[in-house]
């Protein structure tokens, strides 16, 4: 279980980096498919989750990836793109504060922080 729930966080910071890179037409390195990976195991070795938990925060994972290849797949405009975005990261935010403890939740939101970060300074760059 715990395999499958580093498959999907994984998959999440891959999907993250290659949206940015799918709209200049070009891939994932292979330093960043690393650095994706990387992330990845600091993100697990902060939250350390116990086997329900895992089971549960991959059910949550599921339905909001789900929910954003529908968005990507969907025909709708920037901004509406954009709040349905939102929403679907303040619904997997609420499901995740009911599972993780109050450390490890705290963990997952600085994760975010961080991912956030790095995407604006790749954007700055003109790297993403």
Known sequence: MKNTLKILLLLAVIVMTSTVKAQTGSRLTEEEKAEARARYETYQERLNLTEKQSEKVEEINMIYFEGLSELRKSNKTRLVK?????????????EMKTVLNDQQYEAYKEFQAEMKEDFKAKRKNGNG
Do not use: I
Not at 82 to 94: F, G
């Open 82 to 94: 954009y709040r349905e975005w939102k929403k679907l990261s303040k619904t997997r935010d609420k």
